[in-house]
Each structure stands twice: as C-alpha cells, then as structure tokens.
C-alpha cells in the first residue's frame, strides 16, 4: 500500500483559497487513482474529487465543480487539490486516499486503498 500525508488545511475566510498537498510514499504513485474527501461535522465522509493515473482525467463532486481543481505531480508523488472561492460550507476535514480501482470507479470510499490522516479546513464568514 501507499502511505499518504496531507497538508495545507487551515483557516480562511469565505472567498478565500487554500491549497492542500498529499505527499505519498512506498508503492508506486502513479499506479493509483489518487481522490480528495471530506468530511464535515456530523456528517458522513463525502467525495470531493478524483484524478487518473497520469493526471488525463479529473471529476468532481457537483458541489465543488469549477471552484476545485485536482493535480498531481508524479514525479514529486504529491497530489494537489486548490480551492477557490470557499464557503462555510467547505469546511471540513479534507482526507487524500488511493485508489486501485480504474478512474470512474474510484469515487466511493469503499473504493480506496489507503487513507491519510487529514487536514483541517475551516472556513469563516
């Protein structure tokens, strides 16, 4: 498996951006689907976005289209996720995870194969 670290989280107010890292290491990295989740008080763990092997393909969850972009850097093994014009909303604990599953699979959290520890995001009026 892969272990992943993730980095970035911290306190930003609405409109703001915040840019997360996911630095991974042992298997290789370019052999995983690589996703961004989140989970936010109370609620379940959610799918935020996901990107494919050499970077080609991208989704995400509606509800952060075209504020959120996910990258990655294979050669650093590091998965970015910026976002943009955050919300309360947002706020969360945002996980990186790996997935061996083909892109359009690995959206479910069932679907991963190693999970980080978490970055906090908090996002203020």
């Known amino acids: 498996q892969v272990q992943l670290v993730e980095s970035g989280g911290g306190l930003v107010q609405a409109g703001g951006s915040l840019r997360l890292s996911c630095a991974a290491s042992g298997r290789t990295f370019s052999s995983y689907v690589m996703d961004w989740f989140r989970q936010a008080p109370g609620k379940e763990r959610e799918f935020v976005a996901a990107i494919s092997w050499s970077g080609g393909s991208t989704y995400y969850a509606d509800s952060v289209k075209s504020r959120f972009t996910i990258t990655r850097d294979n050669v650093k093994s590091t998965v970015y996720l910026q976002m943009n014009s955050l919300k309360p909303e947002d706020t969360a604990v945002y996980y990186c995870?790996?997935?061996?599953?083909?892109?359009?699979?690995?959206?479910?959290?069932?679907?991963?194969?190693?999970w980080g520890k978490g970055t906090l995001v908090t996002v203020s009026l």
């Open positions: 995870a790996a997935s061996s599953l083909p892109p359009d699979k690995a959206i479910g959290v069932y679907a991963m194969d190693s």
